[in-house]
Nanobody
Framework: QVQLVESGGGLVQPGGSLRLSCAASGSIFDFYTMGWYRQAPGKQRELVAAITSGGSTNYADSVKGRFAISRDNAKNTVYLQMNSLKHEETAVYYC??????????WGQGTQVTVSS
């Protein structure tokens, strides 16, 4: 069974950067598409970025060019580099593990606050 633990969130000024990490346990990590979602207060959870086991990436239009998702399968870890952060991107960021024929796994979330 996969467990996901996010880290790296915190307070950052607009225009600043953060790198989130998601450490996964379990031997099936390599077969999962890994993703980052975020949920702002009162808002719907949305996909931010995803990366397949083969390294193919997908980004929300709003973060293209500013965020970069990567994974290190040897470390069972997925990262989200976030640059030029905006106030409206304040949210809880969740790590997700997705398999085509298995239930998704979710981390507990890490808070990202973009504020002056």
């Amino acid at each position: 069974q996969v467990q996901l633990v996010e880290s790296g969130g915190g307070l950052v000024q607009p225009g600043g950067s953060l790198r989130l990490s998601c450490a996964a346990s379990g031997s099936i990590f390599d077969f999962y598409t890994m993703g980052w979602y975020r949920q702002a207060p009162g808002k719907q959870r949305e996909l931010v970025a995803a990366i397949t086991s083969g390294g193919s990436t997908n980004y929300a239009d709003s973060v293209k060019g500013r965020f970069a998702i990567s994974r290190d399968n040897a470390k069972n870890t997925v990262y989200l580099q976030m640059n030029s952060l905006k106030h409206e991107e304040t949210a809880v960021y969740y790590c997700n593990a997705h398999h085509w024929n298995r239930p998704d796994y979710w981390g507990q979330g890490t808070q990202v606050t973009v504020s002056s």
